[in-house]
């Protein structure tokens, strides 16, 4: 199914590409936004990805909007998956049948930029001087391509250390005291594998899945650039730069551990990994802070989930910190301007203190504004789950660089399933470490060098 | 019982199991909770079997008017795949015409057009005639087949020419022998081609979820799809929509079963 959506993104790319630079034409970065007078429109559609509670919360984000005031009217409509929603925008543009607002996730940012289809968030911002000094500086920043803010981000999260308090305690590490550098990871993973009388392996220490993501987070924890000209945040990128030293040592210690049967290797697999972390076949596994809902009610009191900071290498570079990921807000250039007026407001509503706290207790993404975290539901929720406060205090404490901004390429898709591929060939022993991260490198700025071609 | 015959029961009770694994797989986990999918080593049999999945599935999604809409896409696919294809492979198998030959070929080179390559065109057309969100938006673009077209053409060259021949000799038109002979022996393959045609569209994702943007008009697999959630992938609730999603065309499959033996015992011309 994957591989039959990729070819059908890829098509319609194609398609878009050559016939949907009608209105406006490609790449037009200096797009403005629609006078301020301009009336909204009565009624906007919204796309979004968002499926179950979290599709429910974002209905009652809508539901609030639309009782909030009586001129316009919000519909939303959810569109499959990320990359489903992505591919049928794509078909939509060709024949001129966008909504005015849509939903997109992190990794289709240089592409959504690309397209030349997007009013940038900013021209609104800087048009009405709405102030987003209280803005989240690593949500906003991620956002944000030569410092102007291309779309407005909606749901946040990063990655951190999941860890199984009680089997700390078993093995007598301290259950408060988190391993945070690699020789500190793999030292706990050591002591946290249990073999059986069989010598077989009953639990291992330390088992992240095969997921790219992974990886750019642990290159910013590294403070390396994944992507040249600043992570492609001062201008397009035109290659990849992880084949560094940085990318070498964490190849290496991910290498070691499986190679020593002290890390688990689900493979490229984020569900196995979080459900061998739920089975406590794992002790330890890194993902998404959004997971902590779902591994608790899942857990459901068989053990205590503890969270801690990101793995990092062990000079633990000041530099180094957590990238966000999720998704973020569109608004279509190929709308009258009265509904992207419309849908601006929307924007401005969904961003309210109010409206971001009772997004975080209901579905444990990040609050977008600092303020939403002194709103009921935020409190309620940071009671029930203390362990969430890691996430937060983990972004706070990244300092705002063009490493931990993260990167953004048009083909980070791509980008992503390469080093996924590179990872797994170094842990299979198929490639030794470097090489691997030469010929994933090479690859991908091949794959650059075409995009960039394409999308002038 | 010979030994031959209670090795090949055996063979085929081993066989049906490894078939049918990933179904039992899946109504045993649609029957446990979550943590206790979460055990290692995985359990295969739910200990504490709960119908809470089916029932947060009935919250999460309407699934019956999801299943209503399949249903109606899938049978008018059925019907309007039987209707051109059978009168299409009639005509390339009994009528004779200049250029029959080469239209059929053509009309087979279309089945190695991907179906991807079409999407954009197709889109495009349904939503110029305004038939987006609307059950014809949904069927009509699959009423005709080329493999389809192909098996029946294969299956009524197998019908007796002699046939042919006495009907034109009793005065039957071409129509008359298509309805009253053609149609009724060809039962068994025109069943393959409709319950192929009725699972493929009932397996349909991509397309549904392109030409629908109200829930009312959505099919099942866009359901099953709003069952996996972005962050958390909870198999027992995915596991209990596949389950609902697959029973129907299960219990059809079994009723059509029956229709499709009778149809092959119906034998016609003898020597």
Not at chain 1, 32 to 59: E, F
Not at chain 1, 104 to 111: C, F, M, S, W
Not at chain 1, 215 to 220: D, S, Y
Not at chain 1, 251 to 271: H, Q, R, T
């Amino acid at each position: 199914m994957r591989k039959f959506l990729g070819l059908a993104l890829a098509l319609t790319m194609v398609t878009a590409a050559c016939g949907g630079s009608a209105p406006g034409g490609g790449g037009d970065s200096s797009a403005l936004a629609p006078a301020k007078d301009v009336a909204p429109a009565a009624s906007i559609t919204w796309w979004h990805a968002m499926s179950g509670v979290n599709g429910d919360a974002i209905n009652k984000i809508v539901a609030g909007f639309n009782s909030s005031q009586s001129k316009i009217k919000v519909e939303t409509v959810f569109q499959g998956n990320y990359d489903d929603l992505l591919a049928k925008l794509n078909t939509a543009i060709a024949s001129n049948a966008a909504p005015a607002l849509v939903q997109v996730y992190d990794i289709g940012q240089a592409y959504m930029r690309d397209s030349g289809q997007v009013v940038p968030m900013q021209a609104f911002i800087d048009r009405d001087k709405f102030s987003t000094s209280d803005f989240e500086p690593a949500v906003i920043n991620y956002y944000k391509y030569q410092d102007k803010l291309q779309s407005m981000p909606f749901n946040s999260s990063s990655s951190m250390l999941y860890y199984n308090k009680d089997a700390f305690k078993e093995v007598g590490l301290d259950p408060n005291k988190p391993p945070v550098t690699f020789t500190e990871v793999a030292d706990a993973a050591k002591k946290l594998t249990k073999k059986d009388a069989s010598g077989a392996t009953t639990r291992w220490g330390f088992g992240p899945s095969v997921y790219g993501w992974l990886f750019e987070q642990l290159m910013a924890t590294s403070a390396a650039l994944y992507a040249d000209n600043g992570n492609g945040r001062d201008n397009r990128a035109t290659k990849v730069v992880w084949n560094s030293a940085a990318g070498k040592a964490i190849l290496d210690w991910w290498k070691a551990g499986v190679d020593g049967g002290y890390f688990f290797n689900p493979g490229i697999d984020n569900d196995g990994a979080a459900n061998a972390f739920n089975a406590q076949k794992t002790a330890m596994y890194i993902e998404s802070t959004a997971r902590l809902r779902g591994h608790i009610n899942t857990v459901a009191g068989k053990f205590e989930i503890g969270t801690g900071l990101y793995p990092r290498p062990d000079s633990k570079p000041k530099d180094g910190g957590n990238i966000i990921g999720g998704a973020s807000l569109y608004i279509m250039k190929s709308r009258p301007a009265a509904e992207q007026q419309a849908a601006w407001e929307f924007v401005k509503y969904a961003m309210t203190p109010a409206v971001q706290g009772q997004w975080q207790s209901d579905t444990g993404y990040y609050p977008i504004v600092k303020a939403a975290y002194d709103t009921g539901p935020s409190k309620e929720w940071a009671t029930k789950y203390p362990q969430f406060l890691t996430a937060v205090n983990q972004i706070r404490e990244s300092p705002q660089n063009r490493m931990t901004n993260g990167a953004v390429l048009g083909v980070m898709p791509q980008a992503r399933q390469r080093t996924q591929k590179m990872i797994e060939s170094v842990l299979l022993g198929r490639e030794t470490s470097q090489a691997a991260l030469d010929a994933a490198v090479a690859d991908m700025n091949k794959a650059i060098e075409t995009y960039n071609k394409a999308n002038p | 019982m010979s030994i031959r015959t209670v090795l090949s029961y055996a063979l085929l009770a081993v066989g049906s199991i490894v078939v049918a694994f990933p179904l039992l797989m899946a109504l045993s986990y649609s029957l446990m909770s979550e943590s206790q999918i979460a055990t290692f080593p995985p359990p295969i049999v739910p200990v504490r079997p709960t119908l809470n999945n089916y029932a947060d599935v009935l919250d999460t999604i309407p699934i019956g008017r999801y299943l209503l809409n399949s249903f109606v896409v899938s049978t008018a696919v059925v019907i309007g795949q039987l209707i051109t294809a059978s009168l299409a492979a009639y005509a390339f198998s009994f009528l004779v015409f200049r250029g029959r030959q080469i239209l059929f070929f053509v009309f087979l080179s279309t089945l190695m057009i991907p179906w991807e390559a079409t999407i954009i065109p197709n889109y495009m057309t349904i939503r110029t005639i305004g038939w987006l969100d609307t059950y014809q938006g949904l069927a009509v673009p699959f009423m005709a087949t080329a493999f389809g077209t192909f098996l029946l053409r294969q299956a009524f060259l197998q019908i007796p020419r002699e046939l042919w021949d006495a009907a034109r000799i009793d005065g039957a038109s071409s129509l008359r022998f298509f309805i009253s002979t053609v149609i009724p022996l060809s039962r068994p393959i025109l069943g393959t081609v409709a319950i192929y045609g009725f699972l493929s569209t009932y397996n349909q994702y991509f397309w549904p979820l392109l030409v629908t943007n109200q829930t009312l008009m959505r099919t099942t697999q866009v359901g099953i799809a709003q069952l996996r959630f972005e962050e958390t992938l909870r198999f027992g609730l995915v596991m209990a929509g596949v389950v609902m999603v697959a029973v129907p065309t299960l219990a059809l499959l079994v009723l059509g079963q029956r229709q499709l033996v009778r149809g092959l015992t119906a034998g016609a011309v003898k020597g």
